[in-house]
């Protein structure tokens, strides 16, 4: 079993940063990757930036490329994603994701954290 906790999001202004953390715990050496997905109202869920548990391969979408870095503590089985140049179309839900099966980005896996809500308005 693996549980995955999301840290505070909350209100930024264009052009801020923000950083959220995930906390996975259970069977963490069972990762092949994690990633960050968020969902704005009336989208669906996009996967947003993405690493391989075991090596550095990472994924990001394109509409963040060059302003969000994803990164990993693997002593602390935390992850993060730092977010820079925020933009009010960043606004959602952001919610961290594991999987234990593969490390195609196109899949998301099983596990999901509870999600935190990011909004960059001024």
């Known amino acids: 079993q693996v549980w995955l906790e999301e840290s505070e999001g909350g209100l930024v202004q264009p052009g801020g940063s923000l950083r959220l953390s995930c906390a996975a715990s259970?069977?963490?050496?069972?990762?092949?990757?994690v990633g960050w997905y968020r969902q704005a109202l009336g989208n669906e869920r996009e996967l947003v930036a993405g690493?391989?548990?075991?090596?550095?391969?990472?994924y990001y979408g394109d509409s963040v490329k060059g302003r969000f870095t994803i990164s990993k503590d693997i002593v602390k089985s935390m992850v993060y994603l730092q977010m820079n140049s925020l933009k009010p179309e960043d606004t959602a839900v952001y919610y961290c994701?594991?999987?234990?099966?593969?490390?195609?980005?196109?899949?998301?896996?099983?596990?999901w954290g509870q999600g935190t809500q990011v909004a960059v308005s001024s």
């Open positions: 994701n594991a999987d234990d099966r593969s490390t195609t980005w196109d899949i998301p896996g099983d596990y």
């Open positions: 259970g069977n963490v050496f069972s990762f092949h990757k």
């Open positions: 690493i391989n548990w075991r090596d550095s391969n990472t």
